[in-house]
């Protein structure tokens, strides 16, 4: 059965039993090649086709999701005993289809998911890291294809071709590491051979660290660490239903300055990024959604369930993680701003950091382990810093901003350049 | 195409259920499906890995498909692997006290309102509590005969508490999960637990980062034994040179008198009746002594390094073994808790875990108290929060100065290459002569 008959027949049989039904399919195919040291050790392929079916009756919500579809009797027995359970509350209907821009927004064509592309991909970056002394502890390529599709009893029914490719290398020198990694979902993007010698540059540079006294210093904060720290805290706090249930620093701040006012933060789903899309996990169509603009906060996301229990609208902010049940999320969170040269006077770059999932989500306080920090002055990487804490919090760091690099790049869902923070707590060994 | 060196097909059926219930609304109680198989061949080189949904092992044709499928992978990969001999058997998993299926979503959910309901004291302005179960049907095959079949049940919950007074949030949280049966009943003790957490801490303080005499409650120093110890021994590190620990067998790491275990065989959170290759697992002592004694393994890396025990391969299902720990602890000394405070004299003691994180290579790994107090003339003080550490593994497990002898395990997940694993881990107080505490008090 193809997948368009597949959703027909789960939604005829699922409108007999429930008010409506909202039907979510997942297929697609990833390779990947992955090196141990600097040959590749493992080729792998992963297929799979899964659906995920919700079914909404007198405001009471059920999901379920199987990994076989020849399974979805079971499946949406299984979503409707789980609606049954659920507490009922405020409903008004899925969404109906709209006028859409069918245009596949992160498909590339070029992209050939198979093995040699992915063998191709590590040549370039072993060929990249060569330019270092270092050598490669892991790394790996992948290529990916999916068609995900969305269908409800409201009539609305899309869908759309994703790709996607990424690498990453991992390398060492004494006990120097060095992490970089692209990602996108075209092909193009993807500078292998740059994210090598990246990747090999940070362990080379960081040998011969010299230690840093505990205090304030300014700091610059690489893409990569601007978005762990971004991304663990400051975006849970967006989430309309942590702020409706009082779980978000941000709530009864709207209108309020926020962040440093050259900042703004929007999630554009037109972006070129890795979660563009014109339509969210609930077909609700998308669009630009302005969270803080000049450092005042705007609005907060959305998706349907949250906005009808609370009288709010939804921002189209439904997500999917690993095709289950939707959430409140965002498709390419843009941190953007003037950008200027913040390289020219002397701060601790830090390239990474260990442990921002421990950050407290609520306060925003965090303390993590740098990774890779260097003095940089004159835009140029000076003295490698052997080791050191980075202390403070996610809310008031965005406020104490310095300014913003001009090199954005995707890390995740979070499109963002670098930032330079002044006055931070840097404690020493 | 030349005929695979070695296969294995492992198949994970089963389903999974979730309760989440946020502020006194059930906002979803529902379950799941999965049925994913990963098929793994070793061509003339290395590994072609194939996995997809709903594959059966039985049938010849779809066998023999997946094999040529990833014998076509394995044709780009230039490391010529090994494997290891290792012996193949597998443990009895331990019986169910109340099985988890015999139980109706309907109680299930109410059980979980209860502890819910116990987290809402005065000033608690959010609680949510969760409850996992996933029955896994696990069956593993490989081409040289040999064969296992088992079921494992988990489930366990979570509760959180936010608590707010004046524009100043905190949480407190607190979780168990186990492999030994349903666990909600009469549990509500751990919702009042997680609320007074939260409301205490809305009069912490904010710890001064530096260096201090640190006291790790065995919460918090069985996380430490997983970040600072555990990965660091994994063979699949140890082979690509991203350990401080290679090279390193039989050299003191760490004090006299300090025992770490990996034991998948023990019935915690952890546990695995058989390894995800196949193998018996055992219990391995990493450090005997303060003297590093073993690395974990799986077949490949037992093979490519030695000076291990293989065992330790697990995978989430529907991806690819890797060398995993299971139920990693410190063993207990003689120290009372009272011992270790009035030795420390003028330190901080943290307590509970936000979770870590390590770079092996580098061996510096960090991770997050839930909270602390400082210690003043060997008593506990004020109460500070937000407070991480962070150290060197080679450095750290010299200055543990005192080892309790009050260990308690705890269950938890840990995720390596974009795989989650059930976990265990544990360890008594222990006394660190020097640690770098990161707070933002000034």
């Known amino acids: 059965m193809n997948t368009e008959e597949l959703l027909e027949r789960i939604l005829a049989e699922g409108r007999r039993r429930a008010e409506e039904v909202e039907v979510f399919c997942g297929e697609g195919i990833g390779i990947s090649a992955e090196i141990k040291q600097a040959i590749i050790g493992v080729a792998e392929e992963s297929r799979i086709r899964g659906l995920s079916i919700r079914t909404i009756d007198h405001g009471r919500i059920g999901v379920s999701g199987t990994g076989d579809p020849a399974k979805w009797q079971a499946c949406l027995d299984a979503a409707l005993a789980s609606g049954r359970i659920a507490d009922p509350q405020e409903w008004h209907g899925l969404p109906g289809p709209a006028e859409i821009d069918r245009k596949p927004l992160s498909a590339d064509p070029a992209l050939a998911v198979d093995a040699e592309s992915a063998a191709g991909l590590i040549r370039q970056l072993l060929e990249g890291a060569s330019a270092y002394p270092v050598e490669v502890t892991g790394g790996s390529a992948g290529l990916s294809r999916s068609v995900i599709t969305i269908a409800n009893t409201k009539g609305a029914y899309y869908s759309m071709e994703r790709t996607h490719a990424g690498v990453s290398l991992e390398t060492i020198s004494g006990q120097s590491t060095g992490y970089e990694f692209a990602s996108s979902p075209f092909l193009e993007d993807i500078d292998a051979g740059r994210v090598g010698e990246q990747a090999a540059f940070f362990a080379a540079h960081s040998v011969g660290g010299r230690d840093i006294e505990s205090g304030a210093y300014d700091v610059i904060l690489s893409p990569i660490a601007a978005a762990q720290l971004i991304g663990t805290v400051f975006l849970q706090g967006l989430s309309g239903k942590n702020v409706k249930a009082g779980r978000s620093y941000l709530a009864g701040k709207l209108g309020e300055q926020c962040t440093d006012e050259r900042l703004s933060l929007y999630d554009d789903p037109f972006a070129r990024g890795i979660g563009s899309t014109a339509w969210d996990a609930e077909a609700v169509p998308t669009r630009r959604l302005d969270f803080v603009r000049e450092g005042v906060l705007q609005c907060f996301a959305y998706d349907l369930r949250t906005a009808y229990r609370y009288g709010e609208q939804t921002t189209a902010s439904a997500v999917r993680s690993g095709g289950g049940a939707p959430g409140i999320g965002v498709h390419n969170l843009i941190v953007d701003g003037p950008a200027s040269e913040i390289r020219d006077e002397r701060a601790v770059y830090i390239h990474d950091v260990v442990g921002a999932h421990t950050a407290n989500p609520l306060s925003g306080d965090f303390s993590v382990e740098v990774s890779n920090p260097f003095w940089i002055e004159g835009g140029e990487f000076g003295e490698a810093i052997r080791s050191a804490m980075y202390a403070g919090n996610v809310f008031e760091m965005l406020g104490e901003i310095g300014g913003l690099g001009n090199d954005p790049r995707i890390v995740g869902r979070l499109i963002l350049p670098s930032i330079r923070l002044n006055n931070q707590q840097i404690i020493g060994k | ?442």
């Open chain 2, 1 to 442: 195409m030349s005929e695979p060196r070695y296969y294995d097909v492992r198949c994970v059926r089963g389903e999974a259920t979730l309760i989440d219930i946020d502020n006194g609304v059930v906002e979803s109680a529902g379950t799941s499906f999965f049925d994913r198989a990963v098929v793994r061949v070793l061509g003339p080189m290395g590994w072609g890995v194939l996995t997809l949904d709903h594959f059966d092992p039985e049938s010849k044709g779809e066998l023999s498909g997946a094999l040529a499928s990833a014998m076509r992978l394995a044709a780009i990969t230039g490391d010529r692997v090994e494997l290891g001999e290792a012996p193949h058997a597998a443990l009895p998993v331990p019986a169910l006290r109340e099985d988890p299926r015999t139980v109706d979503l309907e109680e299930k959910t109410r059980l979980l309102a209860e502890i819910e309901a116990a987290a809402r004291l005065p000033e608690v302005v959010n609680t949510r509590a969760r409850y996992s179960e996933s029955i896994d049907q696990v069956r593993f095959l490989d081409s040289s005969g040999n064969e296992a079949l088992y079921e494992m049940v988990r489930s366990g919950f979570s509760i959180m508490a936010v608590a707010a007074r004046n524009g100043t949030m905190q949480m407190g949280r607190e979780s168990d999960h186990t492999i030994t049966g349903f666990d909600l009943r009469h549990r509500q003790a751990l919702g009042e637990k997680a609320a007074e957490t939260a409301v205490a801490l809305l009069d912490a303080g904010l710890a001064k980062g530096g260096t201090f005499r640190t006291v790790l409650d065995p919460k918090l120093a069985g996380v430490f034994t997983h970040e600072a110890v555990g990965h660091a021994s994994e063979g699949d590190h140890i082979r690509e040179g991203n350990s401080v620990l290679a090279g390193r067998i039989g050299e003191r790491i760490g004090c006299e008198g300090l025992l770490i275990v990996d034991d998948p065989t023990l019935p915690g959170y952890g546990f695995e009746p058989v390894d995800a290759e196949g193998v018996a697992v055992q219990r391995t002592e990493i450090i005997r002594d303060g003297i590093l004694q073993a690395y974990i393994h799986n077949r490949e890396t037992l093979a490519a390094v030695g000076d291990g025990v293989a065992g330790h391969a697990r995978a989430e299902h529907g991806d690819a073994p890797l060398v995993r720990m299971s139920n990693t602890f410190i063993e207990n000394g003689d120290a009372t808790r009272d011992e270790i405070l009035a030795e420390c004299g003028d330190g901080i003691l943290l307590k509970g875990s936000r979770g870590g994180q390590v770079d092996p290579g580098r061996g510096v790994f960090q991770f997050n108290a839930e909270y602390g107090y400082l210690i003043e003339n060997g008593e506990c003080t004020r109460m500070v929060r937000d407070v991480s550490l962070s150290g060197e593994i080679l450095k750290t497990l010299h200055n543990i100065l005192l080892i309790g002898n009050d260990r308690e395990m705890h269950a938890g997940h840990c995720g390596k290459g974009g795989q989650i694993v059930p976990v265990s881990d544990g360890a008594p107080h222990i006394l660190l002569s020097s640690a770098t505490v990161g707070g933002r008090g000034r």
